[in-house]
C-alpha cells in the first residue's frame, strides 16, 4: 500500500495512532476512570456542574481543599475528542485533596456535535474562569496547574498558548499528547472531526510559538505507540528550543490509559515527579 504520512500506509498509520492496540482490554482500562470518580464523587466534598460559558458542556466539577490559599490541579480528559466526560476525570481527586490542593475536572463538548475549534475554545473559557474565580473558590491563583491526557494534553497546551491564559497558570502535565493534527487528520480519528490540513494546522501546538507556555512535564507510559513517542520528544524539543522548562519522562510499565491514575500518587514515578513540581 502507498504512504499516507511518512512512512506509513493506512493501515499502518491508522494503528499508530490507536492506543488501545497496546492494550488487552480497552473497556477495562476505561473502567478504572469511572470506578475512580465514582469513589471520589462519593468520598468528597465537591461543587458540581459549575457553568463557565452558554454552551451547554460548559461545566465543571471543583473538589475544595481545607484552608483558604490551596493550590489547584485541573484535569482536562482525552477519549480523541470525542469521548469520556467530566465525570469520567475526577479519579485523582482524592489523591490531591488528601494533601491540601484542591482538585476540578473541566467538561467541553465532543466531537461530531462540537468542531474541534468549539471544543478548543471551551476549555480555554473552563481555564479562564478558574483563574479568574480562584479567590472565592479558595484557592491561590498563582499555585494553578494544569494537567491532561491524549486529547486532553493537547487541549491543555492550546488552552496555554492563550496569551491571556499561560502567563498565569505555574505549570502544566501533558500525558501521551498529540501536538501535531497533520496525521490525525489522515487517520481514521478525523471521521467524527472532519479536521481539513487548515484546521489541523492552527489546532496543532507544534506549529505555534511556544515561549509563553509555562514549565511542563511531559510524559508518556512504556507501552505507547512509536508515534506517540516522536510526537512526545518532537514537542518536547520545540519548547525547550522556545525557552520553555520542560522535563520529560517515559514510564516504565505503563500504557496510554494507565498512566493517567499516578498523576496524584506520589508513590509512583509520575506522581512523584508532580508532586515535585514547584509550589506543587
Known sequence: MAAVYREFDQAELDREYSPSSKVA??????????????AAYAALPVRRDLRFGEDAPELLDFFPAEGPGAPLHVFVHGGYWQELDKT????????????????????????PDWTL????????????????????????????????????AHLVAMALLDPAIGPRVAGAVLLSGIYDLEPIALSYVNEPLGLDAAAARRSSPLHLPLASL??????????????????????????????VPVREIV??????????????????????????????
Not at 469520567?88 to 485533596?97: E, I, K, L, M, V
Open 214 to 243: 509555562p514549565p511542563l512535564l511531559i510524559a508518556l507510559g512504556e507501552h505507547e505507540t512509536a508515534e506517540f513517542g516522536r510526537q512526545q520528544r518532537e514537542f518536547a524539543d520545540a519548547a525547550r528550543a522556545a525557552g
Open 88 to 111: 469520567d476525570s475526577a479519579f485523582a481527586a482524592p489523591d490531591f485533596t488528601a494533601r491540601g490542593t484542591a482538585f476540578a475536572a473541566i467538561g467541553y463538548g465532543l466531537a
Open 25 to 38: 482490554d480497552l473497556a477495562a482500562e476505561l473502567a478504572a476512570y469511572t470506578r475512580g470518580s465514582e
Open 251 to 280: 514510564v516504565d510499565g505503563r500504557n496510554h490509559f494507565d498512566l493517567p491514575l499516578d498523576l496524584g500518587r506520589p508513590e509512583t514515578v509520575l506522581g512523584a515527579e508532580v508532586a515535585a513540581l514547584p509550589g506543587a
Open 117 to 152: 475549534d468549539r471544543i478548543v475554545d471551551q476549555v480555554r473559557r473552563g481555564v479562564r474562569w478558574l483563574l479568574d474565580h480562584a479567590e472565592e473558590l479558595g484557592v491561590d491563583p498563582a499555585r494553578i496547574r494544569l494537567s491532561g491526557s491524549s486529547a486532553g
